[in-house]
């Protein structure tokens, strides 16, 4: 069974360019997450949906972060413009349903880097 | 109130030997504690959590300590192997913050062979 799938794996863009990252979650789970991990703040939850309804952005840093999910097996984290203070590693993750906080699995990861 | 503070930052250990690593909260509302286990270049993966109602959980090498008075609990590897090397983070939730995990800082476990 496919475990969550990201890309891309790592991209290098420059300051001002837009950015985007996708992921389709775990075949049956309703619940994905988009998590930024850096050195400085660690592992921070930046949105989450709920059978594709987006149910809590608090974390989501400013107005050039997006967020979508069109459908059950696919979503996409955008930023424009992106800026140098961007670069991290987000990660992707999706639970089954009522299992939330109970059980999520992440993806590999995409590692970004905005010179 | 929402933080878990997560202690050391860095551990290092001799094969055979135990990993201890802390971690405290504020909010008396968190009611589920998991550990995450993160190898390099991958993402974290579920290793083990724990609820309050119960002061220890054990799977395998890895048990779950809870001191539900002090908000604190703690996770210990026994007979720590060389493969257990990769960073460590715990997490907590609440019933109120519906899917939410706040994560620890992290702690690089690094065991010596």
């Known amino acids: 069974d496919a475990g969550v799938i990201q890309s891309p794996r790592h991209e290098v863009t420059e300051m001002g360019q837009e950015v985007t990252l996708r992921c389709k979650p775990i075949?049956?789970?309703?619940?994905l997450f988009w998590y930024r991990q850096t050195m400085m703040r660690g592992l921070e939850l930046l949105i989450y949906?709920?059978?594709?309804?987006?149910?809590?952005d608090s974390g989501m840093p400013e107005d050039r972060f997006s967020a979508k999910m069109p459908n059950a097996s696919f979503s996409t984290l955008k930023i424009q413009p992106s800026e140098p203070r961007d670069s991290a590693v987000y990660f992707c993750?999706?639970?089954?349903?009522?299992?939330?906080?109970?059980?999520?699995?992440f993806g590999p990861g995409t590692r970004l880097t905005v010179t | 109130q929402q933080q878990v503070k997560q202690s050391p930052q860095s551990l290092i250990v001799q094969k055979g030997g135990i990993s201890i690593i802390n971690c405290a909260y504020e909010?008396?509302?968190?009611?589920?504690f998991p550990w995450y286990q993160q190898f390099p270049g991958k993402g974290p993966a579920l290793l083990i959590a724990?609820?309050?109602?119960?002061s220890e959980k054990k799977e395998g090498r890895f048990t779950i300590s809870f001191n539900k008075s002090a908000k604190q609990f703690s996770l210990h590897i026994m007979d720590s192997q060389p493969g257990d090397s990769a960073t460590y983070f715990c997490?907590?939730?609440?019933?109120?913050?519906?899917?939410?995990?706040?994560f620890g800082e992290g702690t690089q476990l690094t065991v010596n062979p």
């Open positions: 949906f709920n059978n594709n309804v987006p149910i809590d």
């Open positions: 075949s049956g789970h309703n619940s």
């Open positions: 724990i609820r309050p109602d119960v």
């Open positions: 909010n008396t509302a968190f009611d589920y």
């Open positions: 993750a999706s639970s089954a349903p009522d299992r939330g906080r109970f059980g999520q699995y």
């Open positions: 997490a907590a939730s609440s019933r109120t913050s519906g899917s939410r995990l706040t």
